[in-house]
């Protein structure tokens, strides 16, 4: 079943420099996008990726399943890790 759209009701306004608008503009028509749609899926998605190295990592469900396999296999011992863990730090007395 597809997600419900949300309404757009809430607003942003941004004062542009003409490079930076016209720039944008181009952009959205060679996405074929509406300059809307353009802003918001590049703010999204760069708010997204600044969120990311938060407290909370979201991934889809494929994703998920993927890492839970991978982190829940029991690890290999590495012969040359091992002995790099077990000689004394060269960084303390």
């Known amino acids: 079943m597809a997600a419900k759209a949300e309404t757009r009701d809430a607003r942003l306004h941004l004062r542009l420099s003409p490079t930076d608008d016209g720039l944008i503009r181009a952009a959205a028509e060679a996405s074929h996008l509406s300059i809307t749609e353009f802003v918001v899926q590049a703010a ?17 469900a494929k994703t998920w399943d993927a890492l839970e396999r991978r982190v829940s296999r029991k690890g290999r011992r590495k ?9 004394p730090s060269p960084f303390t007395k």
């Open 44 to 60: 999204r998605a760069s708010a997204a990726e600044t969120l990311a190295d938060r407290d909370h990592v979201v991934l889809d």
């Open 79 to 87: 012969a040359k890790t091992a002995e790099l863990f077990e000689r």
